[in-house]
């Protein structure tokens, strides 16, 4: 079901581009290389509890 929907609408669709913070400066998550694709979804999210 999900798939149909998304080929219906598919010329509609725009490339969403991921950036992250790497030493310092951001960067596409796409132009890393694949051990950093990696590295990148093992991360895990947190959320810092205020002092």
């Known amino acids: 079901m999900k798939s149909k929907i998304l080929k219906e ?4 669709r725009t490339k969403c581009v991921v950036y992250t913070r790497v ?3 951001h ?4 132009s890393f290389n694949i051990g ?7 991360r895990k999210f947190f959320i810092e509890k205020a002092s």
Do not use: A, L
Not at 36 to 42: L, N, V
């Open 9 to 12: 609408n598919e010329k509609q």
């Open 36 to 42: 950093k694709k990696g590295e990148h979804k093992e």
């Open 23 to 25: 030493m310092g400066y």
């Open 27 to 30: 960067r596409p998550v796409e």
